[in-house]
């Protein structure tokens, strides 16, 4: 089993007084996307988004609301499985319902044809906003690999 892992030090110290309840509230939902991406759970992942979200993965356009972000997942499990961890940086509180988290993500990756079983890392960089039942939704989610380049 997979462990979200935070970085408390970083995030305390960017947060205004108060503010710690809102960051675990954030923290679960990042720990909720982790989980959903490690199961493939395409549906899960949908709903951690704002209507309006974007995904930027790398190497691709922006996928723009739920039925482009819902499309882009499914392409992606269709392709590969995730066994990775993430690690919470910092988190910003930008105003009282927008929130920035950065990340960073490391394990493995399978290649579901061929079967190939390769290192993975990457940073990301979560804009959230929290919606009118105050939960806190994806908004704005772009990843960039940490590998060295192939060669």
């Known amino acids: 089993m997979m462990f979200f892992k935070s970085v ?8 205004p007084s108060g503010s710690l309840a809102l960051a675990a509230s954030i923290e679960d939902t990042l720990s909720a996307y982790e989980t959903a991406l490690n199961a493939s759970d395409t549906d899960t992942i949908v709903a951690l988004y704002a209507d309006d979200g974007i995904f930027m993965a790398q190497h691709s ?9 819902r499309e882009a997942y499914i392409g992606v499990f269709d392709t590969i ?6 690690d919470i940086h910092e988190v ?7 929130a920035a988290a950065r990340t ?14 390769a290192d993975e890392a990457n940073q990301e960089l979560f804009l959230l906003r929290r919606d ?18 192939r060669p």
């Open 81 to 86: 499985a995730l066994d990775i961890v993430f």
């Open 8 to 15: 408390w030090i970083a995030a305390m110290l960017l947060l």
């Open 132 to 149: 009118d039942a105050g939960d806190w939704k994806i908004a704005r989610y772009i990843f960039t690999t940490t590998n060295p380049p």
């Open 61 to 69: 356009e922006a996928h723009i609301g739920r039925q482009a972000i």
């Open 104 to 117: 960073s993500s490391r394990g493995q990756v399978r290649v579901i044809a061929p079967d190939i079983i």
């Open 92 to 98: 910003l509180m930008l105003s009282a319902d927008w």
